[in-house]
């Protein structure tokens, strides 16, 4: 049973595993600085500074498949939390990452590949939300970030 029964605004609710959640992106409820890196570790892992405003961790790495956070301002003045896929080389050099998709998108990818990882990561947003650090937003278009 699902233990949000957030009714403030009609929301419709959206499975993990489903083609909306691919529109779903989690939003930060204030903007990351050295002072709160430290709220958003997870599985040991701590966000690094990647750019101005644009920092990274890794949410789930194999030989085969890798997800990493973003987080950073991608969404107008809102601060949120994104992922990427990176390339790795010589096992543990990140060379390059991909451009960023949604919380959801990036959730359902790691779904297919493992099922308890992206159930645990899940737990992670819930508990980011329940602090209220948070909160998941539906975007009207995914793929709209400019060329």
Do not use: C
């Not at 959206?14 to 600085?33: A, C, I, R």
């Not at 750019?51 to 991608?74: C, E, G, H, K, R």
């Amino acid at each position: 049973m699902a233990d949000n029964n957030n009714n403030n605004n009609d929301e419709v609710s959206v499975v993990p595993g489903t083609p909306e959640f691919d529109k779903m992106l989690f939003k930060l409820n204030k903007p990351v600085t050295e002072d709160n890196l430290g709220d958003l570790d997870y599985n040991g892992s701590r966000l690094q500074p990647v750019q101005d405003d644009l920092y990274a961790m890794p949410a789930f790495v194999t030989d085969d498949f890798n997800l990493f956070f973003i987080v950073s301002q991608l969404v107008e003045e809102d601060w949120v939390i994104a992922f990427s896929n990176a390339t790795i080389e010589k096992g543990h050099e990140i060379t390059d990452l991909s451009e960023p998709m949604t919380t959801g998108k990036g959730l359902n990818e790691l779904g297919q590949k493992s099922p308890s990882d992206a159930n645990q990561l899940l737990k992670y947003f819930n508990t980011l939300a329940e602090a209220n650090r948070g909160e998941w937003r539906m975007v009207e278009r995914p793929d709209s970030a400019e060329d």
